[in-house]
T-cell receptor, first 116, second 113 residues
Framework: GAVVSQHPSWVICKSGTSVKIECRSL??????MFWYRQFPKQSLMLMAT?????????EQGVEKDKFLINHASLTLSTLTVTSAHPEDSSFYIC????????????FGQGTRLTVV | GENVEQHPSTLSVQEGDSAVIKCTYS??????FPWYKQELGKRPQLIID?????GEKKDQRIAVTLNKTAKHFSLHITETQPEDSAVYFC????????????FGKGTMLLVSP
C-alpha cells in the first residue's frame, strides 16, 4: 500500500516554543492531506484539511493562528504548533488518500507532543 | 456535516467468540465506509471497507454489512483471537478521494485467552 511518513514520532518542548511536524507521502502525490488530533482513549478528531498551493480548511473550534498548516508541495504538508502550552500535548496524526474514488486513507506514524 | 455514532465503546469477548461493532451515519450522501484498527501508540490501519453499491463484504474472519436505508453498518469478527485486541474505528465519507473521513468514537475490543 501507499506510504505516509510523519516526523518526528515524538517531541518534548517547553511552553511557549513552536514545534513543526512534517507529513510526507512517499510514493504518491497528495493534493489534500488531513491532520487529526487524538487524545488518550479517544477518537481521531479532524483538525484541518491541508490543500496544496492554497489555504488549509480548519474545523470549527481549531485556532488557525495556533496550528499553522503549510502544504507547499504535492508530497509534503507541515503542521506547526505555535506558542505551545501543556494543553496542546496530544497525539497528532496526518493522513492522505492516493486517489480520487473511495481510496484507502493512509496514516502517518503519528507524533506524540509533550509540552512541559 | 456527517455524524458517525459507534457502539459499544468497549467490548470484551472470550477467544473464539464473535464480536460485532455497529455504526450509524447521518449523511445520506456518504457512500464509502472503512473500518480501521489501531493498536496502542500506532497508526490506524485499514482492515476492511465497503462501498454503498454492496450490502456485505467478507475477508476471512472479518465481514462488514451495510444497510443504506437505515444508515447503519456493522463490523463482524468471527473466531476472535487475542491479537484482535485493539481499538476499532468506523468511518464514513462521500464520493471523493479528497473528502474527509468522519470517524466514530471507537470501540476498544479485548479478547481474553
Amino acid at each position: 500500500g501507499a506510504v505516509v511518513s510523519q516526523h518526528p514520532s515524538w517531541v518534548i518542548c517547553k511552553s511557549g516554543t513552536s514545534v513543526k511536524i512534517e507529513c510526507r507521502s512517499l510514493d504518491f502525490q497528495a493534493t489534500t492531506m488531513f491532520w487529526y488530533r487524538q487524545f488518550p482513549k479517544q477518537s481521531l478528531m479532524l483538525m484541518a484539511t491541508s490543500n496544496e498551493g492554497s489555504k488549509a480548511t480548519y474545523e470549527q473550534g481549531v485556532e488557525k493562528d495556533k496550528f499553522l498548516i503549510n502544504h507547499a508541495s504535492l508530497t509534503l504538508s507541515t503542521l506547526t504548533v505555535t506558542s505551545a502550552h501543556p494543553e496542546d500535548s496530544s497525539f497528532y496524526i496526518c493522513s492522505a488518500r492516493p486517489g480520487t474514488d473511495h481510496t484507502e486513507a493512509f496514516f502517518g506514524q503519528g507524533t506524540r507532543l509533550t509540552v512541559v | 456535516g456527517e455524524n458517525v455514532e459507534q457502539h459499544p465503546s468497549t467490548l470484551s469477548v472470550q477467544e473464539g467468540d464473535s464480536a460485532v461493532i455497529k455504526c450509524t451515519y447521518s449523511d445520506s450522501a456518504s457512500n464509502y465506509f472503512p473500518w480501521y484498527k489501531q493498536e496502542l501508540g500506532k497508526r490506524p490501519q485499514l482492515i476492511i471497507d465497503i462501498r454503498s453499491n454492496v450490502g456485505e463484504k467478507k475477508d476471512q474472519r472479518i465481514a462488514v454489512t451495510l444497510n443504506k436505508t437505515a444508515k447503519h453498518f456493522s463490523l463482524h469478527i468471527t473466531e476472535t483471537q487475542p491479537e484482535d485486541s485493539a481499538v476499532y474505528f468506523c468511518a464514513a465519507s462521500r464520493n471523493s478521494g479528497y473528502s474527509t473521513l468522519t470517524f466514530g468514537k471507537g470501540t476498544m475490543l479485548l479478547v481474553s485467552p
